[in-house]
């Protein structure tokens, strides 16, 4: 008597790219969201229940994130461009334009992780569509390098006063 259990295969929507690196590679569905790989994997792995995050919490979340940006700035770890960029993108996630694409659980490990990355990429994207449309002769994959960084969501190093 076998103890293998079958594997039934499931249906999944078509998905139109791949990220990954050596871990696991991920599809991530590119048609209206704005997420990517460390969301698409919190959506895989912490499907409990149905309890997402309020809206006034991704706010906060992003306020931080809008505060950070402004303090590297200050201590230029990133330039004006990116510092429009992503304030663009903040602003735009707390006016209410983007809740539908922070659809992860409250049910994760405890840390925020998954929350955090969900809303760097959220930002990152935001980013870097709004770099790419204001920057006409600049080369698109340079806007997306630039941005694609997560290093001006990262506190500052040193003493900011």
Known sequence: ??????????????????????AEKVAVNK??????????????????GKHTFENHFIDALVSIKRACAQ???RFELINNDQLGAIVHACDAVINGEHYDQF????????????????????????????MRANNPKGNANDAERRCLAYKWFCPVSGNPF
């Open 103 to 130: 659809p992860l659980r409250v049910w994760q490990t405890g840390s925020g992780t998954q929350t955090n990355m969900n809303i760097n990429e959220v930002i990152t994207s935001l980013a870097n569509t709004y």
């Open 31 to 48: 048609v209206g969201e704005l997420w990517g790989k460390q969301t698409q994997l919190s959506l895989k792995y912490f499907a409990i």
């Open 71 to 73: 303090v590297n700035h």
């Open 1 to 22: 008597m076998s103890t293998k259990k079958s594997k039934k295969k499931r249906k999944v929507a078509p998905l139109e790219i791949q990220q990954g690196d050596s």
